[in-house]
T-cell receptor
Framework: NAGVTQTPKFRVLKTGQSMTLLCAQD?????MYWYRQDPGMGLRLIHY???????AKGEVPDGYNVSRLKKQNFLLGLESAAPSQTSVYFC????????????FGPGTRLTVL | KNQVEQSPQSLIILEGKNCTLQ??????????LRWYKQDTGRGPVSLTI?????NTKSNGRYTATLDADTKQSSLHITASQLSDSASYIC???????????FGPGTRLSVLP
């Protein structure tokens, strides 16, 4: 089992460029999340999904879009990257939203110049 | 406003020593509190999860405590090892929606 994987691991973009981050899981979890982690701050929720075909906004959704066409994949898109989106992005999955463990991917380090 | 604060911001200890990390929260209504370990360049890994009715939970050399009345939690690490060097993150969940409030973490360095 690979658990939770993220691609790419690193990426450098120029302002205005677009890109898609892929999160894939093989644990058959319903819930998937995208977070960003910035220095000195806690992880902040961007978007999440409670099942295939569903998405919802988190705390900091502006500038990002997501899709969950297949249960095992959760995509995070940046349509027009801005320097403020320079961050480390983590995907997480969870079987149920209550007291189940959240499993995190290894992260994607994105720099926007 | 739902917030999670952690102290100290960073901590340096010698291998073999014990240490305690603190977490204070204002998240309401409370559902559960989690502690994660995050190694540099890696994703967080769950250590413990505690609900309102639990006041202590252990995972090997890690012991978490919860005082829901004072809204405080602590993570005690016993007989520290070099591999304990990491950031430790406190996360509190509210009992509605997908509301996970992450603390900024405590950076622990264990020196030989």
């Amino acid at each position: 089992n690979a658990g939770v994987t993220q691609t790419p691991k690193f990426r450098v973009l120029k302002t205005g460029q677009s890109m898609t981050l892929l999160c894939a899981q093989d644990m058959n979890h319903e819930y998937m999340y995208w977070y960003r982690q910035d220095p000195g701050m806690g992880l902040r929720l961007i978007h999440y999904s409670v099942g295939e075909g569903t998405t919802a906004k988190g705390e900091v959704p502006d500038g990002y879009n997501v899709s969950r066409l297949k249960k095992q994949n959760f995509l995070l898109g940046l349509e027009s990257a801005a320097p403020s989106q320079t961050s480390v992005y983590f995907c997480a999955t969870q079987l149920r939203p209550s007291t189940d463990t959240q499993y995190f991917g290894p992260g994607t380090r994105l720099t926007v110049l | 406003k739902n917030q999670v604060e952690q102290s100290p911001q960073s901590l340096i200890i010698l291998e073999g020593k014990n240490c305690t990390l603190q977490c204070n929260y204002t998240v309401s209504p409370f559902s559960n509190l989690r502690w994660y370990k995050q190694d540099t360049g890696r994703g967080p890994v769950s250590l413990t999860i505690m609900t309102f009715s639990e006041n202590t939970k252990s995972n090997g050399r890690y012991t978490a405590t919860l005082d829901a009345d004072t809204k405080q939690s602590s993570l005690h690490i016993t007989a520290s090892q070099l591999s304990d060097s990491a950031s430790y993150i406190c996360v509190v969940s509210a009992s509605y929606g997908q509301n996970f409030v992450f603390g900024p973490g405590t950076r622990l360095s264990v020196l030989p």
